[in-house]
């Protein structure tokens, strides 16, 4: 797993601390300060990265009602973006700035199954 607030994440780009996207399974969340717009631009910033075609699925927390991030516009964001294309994407997950929220182990294994039977549980810590 590699994940966390998405704004934070991409401030390490270009530096020794940005993890490889290789293999990941990217958890991103963000706050009711970004809105549909800069999410969509800092998800595309991340996944035009040299190594996310090796991402192999994404879970995208829960947005602030605030944040005005909407089940609709959400889909269209991720459906714009071709690292992802045909890889297993889950939202709404308890991760982030909702209530309630579960902590992650960042670099632990995840499995991630979606489908009409959708679940995301950590297999390894």
Do not use: W
Request: net charge negative; with cysteine.
């Amino acid at each position: 797993m590699v994940g966390t607030n998405l704004c934070t994440l991409n401030l390490l780009q270009g530096t020794p601390y940005m993890p490889s996207l290789e293999g990941a399974l990217l958890v991103l969340e963000d706050d009711s300060a970004s809105d549909a717009a800069e999410f969509a631009r800092n998800l595309t910033s991340l996944l035009q990265l040299p190594d996310a075609d090796g991402v192999r699925g994404l879970v995208v927390g829960r947005f602030q009602r605030r944040s005005g991030v909407r089940r609709d516009l959400l889909a269209e964001i991720i459906a714009r973006q071709p690292a992802l294309a045909g890889k297993p994407v889950l939202a709404g997950a308890d991760v982030g700035h909702t209530m309630p929220l579960a902590t992650l182990p960042i670099g632990g294994r995840a499995e991630l199954v979606v489908g009409s039977e959708a679940r995301f549980r950590i297999v390894e810590g």
